[in-house]
């Protein structure tokens, strides 16, 4: 073919300098995003937040890239303790029945309270609320005491930032006292709120919400020190309607972000 060796080898050598230049780069924008996101993104969410910055390959090809090459692994989430209850007072049914979807936005919301700690040692209680439509954060409201005041201040900060339809909302959460207080009950009874609640000892029956008080230690909280409660609760607030609610990826949106999903 009247082709000069030298030629013909060095085409051979240099045949895939365009593939292992993009590789380079993608590699070095899957490092970039890991360590801007404190390590939390598996190779899932990597592929993702790639799109978005316009390289497009499939979850494999990061998974090789991410995993296999350079060595950098989504933090792993500890195991959780054995949940403990304590003894059930007034109990309703459970209406939601592990059926954790919605037909529309502001339909079905499960609730739940969790610990936060200050640098100090010191405990801090978050109750949040979660539409099961697009798992998007309603409300959230992190304070001193765990009671059914904070318990009716976050339903009422959900209810006053949703158009709702009166009498068509479903709140699941578990059987504890502040879901079960007088309080609590009266208040929902006056806005037309219908109650369900999970089986004693069975966190699966709200999963969903568990799912997120998990991603908001692993990701978020767990990462940092708080030497003040103004720090810690702007972080959650911060986590729960900017972070989690518009910029993280969900699987149950298809790896769409919970607002995505909502104006789909």
Same mark, same amino acid.
């Given at each position: 073919?009247?082709?000069?060796?030298?030629?013909?080898?060095?085409?051979?050598?240099?045949?895939?300098?365009?593939?292992?230049?993009?590789?380079?780069?993608?590699?070095?924008?899957?490092? @970039?995003?890991?360590?801007?996101?404190?390590?939390?993104?598996?190779?899932?969410?990597?592929?993702?937040?790639?799109?978005?910055?316009?390289?497009?390959?499939?979850?494999?090809?990061?998974?090789?890239?991410?995993?296999?090459?350079?060595?950098?692994?989504?933090?792993?989430?500890?195991?959780?303790? @054995?949940?403990?209850?304590?003894?059930?007072?007034?109990?309703?049914?459970?209406?939601? =029945?592990?059926?954790?979807? =919605?037909?529309?936005?502001?339909?079905?919301?499960?609730?739940?309270?969790?610990?936060?700690?200050?640098?100090?040692?010191?405990?801090?209680?978050?109750?949040?609320?979660?539409?099961?439509?697009?798992?998007?954060?309603?409300?959230?409201?992190?304070?001193?005491?765990?009671?059914?005041?904070?318990?009716?201040?976050?339903?009422?900060?959900?209810?006053?930032?949703?158009?709702?339809?009166?009498?068509?909302?479903?709140?699941?959460?578990?059987?504890?006292?502040?879901?079960?207080?007088?309080?609590?009950?009266?208040?929902?009874?006056?806005?037309?709120?219908?109650?369900?609640?999970?089986?004693?000892?069975?966190?699966?029956?709200? =999963?969903?919400?568990?799912?997120?008080?998990?991603?908001?230690?692993? @990701?978020?909280?767990?990462?940092?020190?708080?030497?003040?409660?103004?720090?810690?609760?702007?972080?959650?607030?911060?986590?729960?309607?900017?972070?989690?609610?518009?910029?993280?990826?969900?699987?149950?949106?298809?790896?769409?972000?919970?607002?995505?999903?909502?104006? =789909?």
């Amino acid at each position: 073919m009247n082709i000069c060796p030298n030629a013909y080898y060095n085409y051979r050598k240099h045949r895939k300098a365009d593939y292992y230049t993009q590789k380079s780069k993608v590699q070095a924008q899957i490092r @970039e995003i890991y360590h801007e996101h404190n390590g939390v993104d598996g190779y899932r969410s990597m592929t993702v937040y790639l799109a978005r910055k316009g390289f497009y390959y499939s979850p494999i090809t990061i998974h090789k890239y991410m995993n296999k090459e350079m060595g950098l692994y989504a933090i792993v989430r500890p195991k959780k303790p @054995e949940y403990m209850h304590g003894k059930p007072h007034k109990v309703f049914e459970n209406k939601l =029945a592990q059926n954790f979807t =919605a037909e529309r936005a502001n339909q079905k919301w499960c609730t739940d309270f969790t610990y936060l700690f200050l640098k100090n040692g010191e405990v801090r209680y978050n109750c949040s609320i979660l539409d099961l439509y697009d798992r998007s954060i309603i409300a959230s409201i992190t304070d001193r005491h765990i009671t059914s005041e904070l318990a009716i201040r976050t339903l009422q900060k959900a209810l006053d930032s949703q158009p709702m339809r009166k009498g068509e909302l479903l709140l699941h959460s578990d059987q504890g006292a502040q879901y079960t207080s007088k309080a609590f009950v009266a208040y929902c009874e006056s806005v037309h709120v219908t109650q369900s609640m999970s089986k004693a000892g069975c966190p699966y029956d709200n =999963a969903p919400m568990e799912r997120y008080f998990n991603t908001l230690k692993n @990701e978020c909280t767990n990462l940092y020190e708080f030497r003040t409660e103004e720090a810690l609760y702007q972080m959650v607030e911060e986590f729960a309607y900017v972070t989690y609610n518009h910029v993280r990826p969900h699987s149950f949106n298809g790896y769409q972000t919970p607002y995505q999903a909502r104006i =789909a």
